[in-house]
């Protein structure tokens, strides 16, 4: 059974970082495609970026586009989100999901129903 971890959320003022991770087991993730999906409060989870393992293929929504990284090491089956300049907007649980290829290009990252596998979330909260 696919299991998602998501790990490195917590409280940060506006303007700084954190590196989320996703570490995946029982999946190769060569061969699959792992995304970031957020929800904040009162509104709908929104793809956030997504990164296809077996050729690095990346996608960043427009809210995220130049502050946000993402990066995959598949020695460790796990994928990173990094994120900077962060703003009070960002504040949301971000989920990593997961599932073949086909979900992620470059010009878009497919609809979360798409996704069979989900971890459990990580809060992100940006606030001075």
């Known amino acids: 059974q696919v299991q998602l971890v998501e790990s490195g959320g917590g409280l940060v003022q506006p303007g700084g970082s954190l590196r989320l991770s996703c570490a995946a087991s029982?999946?190769?993730?060569?061969?699959?495609?792992i995304g970031w999906f957020r929800q904040a409060p009162g509104k709908e989870r929104e793809g956030v970026s997504c990164?296809?393992?077996?050729?690095?293929?990346?996608y960043y929504a427009d809210s995220v586009k130049g502050r946000f990284t993402i990066s995959r090491d598949n020695a460790k089956n796990t994928v990173y989100l990094q994120m900077n300049s962060l703003k009070p907007e960002d504040t949301a649980v971000y989920y990593c999901?997961?599932?073949?290829?086909?979900?992620?290009?470059?010009?878009?990252?497919?609809?979360?129903?798409?996704?069979?596998?989900w971890g459990q979330g990580t809060q992100v909260t940006v606030s001075s």
């Open positions: 999901a997961t599932d073949g290829p086909g979900v992620c290009e470059e010009t878009q990252l497919a609809p979360e129903a798409d996704f069979g596998s």
């Open positions: 990164i296809r393992s077996s050729d690095g293929t990346t």
């Open positions: 029982a999946l190769t993730l060569d061969y699959y495609a």
